[in-house]
């Protein structure tokens, strides 16, 4: 699998603009937009060779400052982080199975903010929650989780 098949399929599931750049000054391997009504969506990916407990606590501050920054009192910015990690240390993925790693569910998402999936490679396991509502973070994190669970599944790595 290469970063151009999760390219691909994102654009595939109607995300636009999708490729490497860098999302309220945190630098990203692809971004992607589009609309939900007036929503404005951000689908974020970040290829980590390993995401261990100190990756893992850079990630999680970053997610809480991504969504600090998306909220908004009247209708804020959200985004999907998909964090791609060729492999997940056994500490972190015990915590993952558990739900710690900043998901923080659906009450993060009024007025703006993000959710998080965390796709490990070697394991061939993707983590993260798929809210049942709202309807849009539903949606895309579902078809969000998918693309990961498929890519991979498909051999080779990241490039």
Request: aromatic share 8%.
């Amino acid at each position: 699998m290469n970063i151009e098949s999760i390219k691909s399929e994102f654009e595939k599931s109607g995300w636009k603009n999708v490729g490497p750049g860098t999302h309220l000054n945190v630098v990203f391997d692809l971004i992607g937009s589009r609309r939900f009504t007036i929503t404005k969506w951000n689908i974020l990916v970040k290829v980590l060779p390993m995401l261990d407990q100190a990756e893992a606590a850079v990630w999680k501050a970053n997610f809480e400052e991504l969504s600090r920054r998306s909220k908004s009192l009247i209708w804020g910015k959200c985004f999907i982080l998909c964090l791609v990690a060729e492999d997940v240390a056994p500490e972190i993925s015990g915590a993952l199975s558990g739900d710690a790693f900043g998901l923080f569910g659906l009450l993060r998402l009024k007025g703006g903010g993000g959710n998080i999936l965390v796709a490990d490679m070697k394991n061939k396991q993707v983590y993260g929650k798929v809210p049942a509502v709202p309807i849009d973070v539903h949606k895309y994190s579902k078809k969000a989780k998918e693309i990961l669970v498929q890519t991979i599944g498909e051999a080779g790595s990241l490039s």
